[in-house]
């Protein structure tokens, strides 16, 4: 970087599209999925009515590209739904139907399944990772299953296996990946998950916001010593540390979204370090918001809990953290190295 | 939004090749030495020749002594600055004053001392804080009491840092110990060569050199006086805003904070001294490789933040860069530049000491804090409010 003579822009303004986009998804959630909503959905994480209702808002379709008559929406423009979704936690495999659908609108554009997922509803997702037996996210609810395996990426289809309970209640399900279709090589599958770690990034910073929020706002209203809490530095420096974090992992998300859409050659470990960045930010988002809720914070009644534990479900889904790390290296020495020269 | 590279024609490429060549031709070895010696945080050699090209104020207009430059090209030259590792602290406090001097100060003074500063002759050190008072600026007790036309100047500064080269102090005095504390405040443009004047050097853990600034019944010209009497602290505000990073223009030049380039300084120097290190393989250490990722995740994720969020993370990223390169490397980083055996001569080791330092002047990361809490999270005010009416 410093050795060149190249200037980038710095830009993270949205545009008029893409705040439109934002807000309207945000008024969508906002009046669809209450706290109490996410509750009901516990333990599988997934509401049928709510899926139907994102189908009739024609969410695959806006994401999926315009030569197989979709919308052809933007990164940038997806990872801002997917951050609403997750500031509701709202309980729809919207990430993985997303990313599966597009995959298949490259590997297998004329395939019944896709058509299936656009017409019928049908939920199709990604499993990351290595093995026959893999823990699959919205395997609940699935009926098909992208995977790498070997040199190829594979298409398993069957019934959803039923849920394997877990902490950030998603619709995860064990799947046997040994019976599939060969549908591309593994290098497609290098797109399919790096869109699918930029998208759990975004949902992530949902999901901190929303527990900055609702720390910031319980600090505002508790008062303790005669004085509203936030006035103490130890509850507001918190969470004044929980904001930032969430803010730069949103920009952090929004540039590596960019690159997604303009550069994709570019996007080299962007996508990757949004999620481990943001699925960090959002955990100790969520645990800022139970600790300026004192003992309330730590009961069920309490939303941050729900953002808590999705914080940390939602980003290890992705795989565990070391094998994200050590993709982050291989994908970096080697531009460092020519830096540091 | 946009991150497209910005398309350069020839002219700025040319004009990025001769600010390249400026550097290595003015920041010597010598200049480099001379500061890990010394730590002034400022070269006179490098600093006039700033100046004679104009650099020293680079978007001033040029009949001001600037270089009439856009952001681009400034910035140009600031990316330069920063890679050439030359010290630079005085350079950037320098021009935080000619704000408020431009705003407050008579013609005469303007052009007395604006064109010196342009041209890297004039240099200003900040004279804000004491031995009591950091943070809270308020409580400033240096006094300054009217004598006919002139002020009679009393007090201590400390952190003074660049004093040894400057000519003048932007000096927070107190001129009415009875008003509430803000309101009785007046800043003065302190030219140092004063009989009264002494000023005594503070080493610090970082190597850098700051000072005291004691004041002895120092008489000064009414007319060195900026803003109105007992107005000082709205005429602090504009460089302090600056200096704080919350200035309402000043977004794009703080994107990732100011201590990102010197994280990822250490983390180049890792990756040079691991390359030629033939006992460590990174290829074959998944730890290492993981414990690397670790911290380039950190500094992909700083550079996203803005503002006074920058100024608070890029600390804290610079804190825990030079502390982990440290144990991963092991007792070699900790042995100091020169000695044999240390890794990337002695830069780890220089940087564990430097980090702290960051978190605390311009404005401690707990300001920061205070800041954010209170203007963007909307949180009451944690510091108790002394000019209540």
Redesign the interface.
């Known amino acids: 970087m ?1 050795g060149e ?11 008029p599209e ?1 705040s439109a986009v934002s807000d309207s998804f945000r008024a969508y959630f906002e009046k669809s999925v209450g706290t109490a909503l996410v509750r009901k959905a516990e333990p599988l994480g997934f509401d049928q009515a709510l899926w139907n209702g994102l189908r009739e808002r024609e969410l695959i379709a806006m994401a999926l590209p315009t030569d197989v008559g979709g919308d052809g929406a933007g990164f ?1 423009e997806l990872a801002l739904v997917a951050e609403e979704a997750g500031r509701h936690a709202a309980p729809a495999p919207i990430v993985e139907a997303v990313v599966a659908a597009r995959a298949l609108a490259r590997l297998q554009p004329s395939g019944q399944l896709l058509s299936s997922i656009r017409g019928e509803g049908v939920i199709a997702t990604i499993a990351p990772g290595l093995g026959d037996r893999r823990l699959v996210p919205a395997g609940a609810v699935a009926e098909a299953v992208l995977a790498r395996r070997g040199d190829d990426t594979v298409l398993i289809t069957g019934p959803p296996p039923p849920l394997a309970a877990n902490l950030g209640c998603a619709p995860l399900a064990w799947w046997d990946l040994t019976d599939g279709t060969v549908i591309g090589t593994a290098d497609d599958f290098d797109q399919v998950e790096r869109e699918w770690h930029l998208l759990t990034a975004a949902a992530c910073v949902g999901l901190g916001q929303a527990a900055v929020d609702a720390g ?1 706002r319980y ?2 209203e508790r008062s303790a010593f005669g ?2 809490i ?4 130890a509850i ?2 918190p ?3 929980a ?2 974090g969430i ?6 998300v ?2 590596a979204a ?2 997604c859409d ?2 994709p050659h570019a996007v080299g ?2 996508a990757v ?2 999620l ?2 943001a699925g960090r ?1 959002a955990e100790a988002a969520g645990a800022a918001a139970i600790h300026t809720q004192g003992g309330f914070g730590f009961t069920l009644e309490s939303d941050a809990q729900l953002f808590y534990r999705r914080a940390k479900g939602w980003a290890l889904v992705a795989g565990d953290r ?1 094998a994200l ?6 994908l ?2 080697q531009t ?2 020519a ?3 | ?6 398309e ?1 024609d020839d002219d700025t ?1 040319k004009f ?2 001769d600010a390249r060549e400026f550097f290595c031709e003015h920041v010597t070895q010598e200049v480099l030495d001379e500061e890990r010696r010394n730590g002034g945080g400022f070269s006179e050699s490098l600093h006039l020749a700033l100046g004679r090209r104009g650099w020293v104020a680079p978007q001033w207009p040029v009949e001001d002594g600037g270089a009439g430059l856009d952001a ?1 090209h400034a ?2 030259i600031a ?1 330069e600055l920063s ?1 050439s590792g030359a010290p630079a602290i005085l350079a950037s406090t320098t021009l935080l004053p000619p704000v408020a001097i431009r705003m407050f100060a008579s013609p005469e003074v303007q052009g007395e001392v604006l064109p010196g500063v342009a041209d890297g002759t004039v240099r200003i050190c900040l004279g804000y804080t004491e031995p009591d008072c950091g943070s809270d600026l308020a409580a400033v007790r240096t006094r300054a009491l009217p004598d006919g036309d002139e002020w009679i100047i009393n007090g201590q500064k400390m952190f003074t840092t660049g004093a040894q080269f400057s000519q003048y102090c932007f000096l927070l005095a107190r001129t009415d110990p009875d008003a509430p504390k803000h309101k009785g405040l007046t800043v003065f443009l302190l030219p140092l060569d004063r009989v009264g004047v002494d000023i005594r050097p503070i080493e610090t853990l970082g190597g850098e050199r700051t000072n005291f600034v004691y004041l002895q019944d120092v008489r000064l010209d009414d007319r060195w006086r900026l803003g109105a009497v007992n107005d000082g602290w709205n005429v602090v505000s504009v460089p302090l805003s600056r200096e704080h990073g919350i200035g309402d223009d000043e977004v ?1 030049e703080l ?1 990732g904070g100011p201590y990102l380039a010197q994280c ?1 300084q250490l ?3 890792f ?2 001294w691991m ?1 030629d290190d033939p006992s460590t393989s ?1 290829a074959d250490d ?1 730890s290492l ?2 414990r ?3 911290l ?3 500094v ?7 503002g006074p ?1 920058g100024r ?2 890029s600390s804290e990223l610079l804190m825990r860069t030079a502390s982990r390169l440290c144990d991963i490397i092991g007792p070699r980083a900790l042995l100091a530049r020169g000695v044999d055996g240390s890794a990337a001569d002695g830069a780890f080791e220089a940087g564990f000491r430097f980090a702290p330092g960051t978190a605390i002047y311009g404005g401690s990361t ?1 300001i920061a ?2 800041v ?2 209170e203007r ?7 510091t108790p409010r002394r000019n209540a009416p």
């Open positions: 410093a003579f190249q200037l980038r822009r710095e830009d993270y303004s949205l545009d893409q940038v910031v600090a505002k004085t509203p936030g006035a103490f530095q507001a420096h969470l004044v540390d904001s930032n803010d730069s992992a949103r920009r952090l929004w540039r960019w690159f303009h550069e470990a962007l370090s949004a481990l960045a930010a070391r790390l050590r993709q982050v290296a291989e970096t020495w460092e190295r830096v540091a020269g | 939004m946009n991150f497209a590279e910005i350069l490429l990025w090749d681009m910035r140009i990316m890679r794009d994107l990822e983390l180049a120097d990756v040079r390359s990174f998944p490789r993981e690397f990722a670790e380039i995740v950190d992909e994720f700083t550079r996203s933040a803005a969020a608070i993370l707990d804090r205070n954010i809490a963007f999270l909307g949180l009451p005010r944690s």
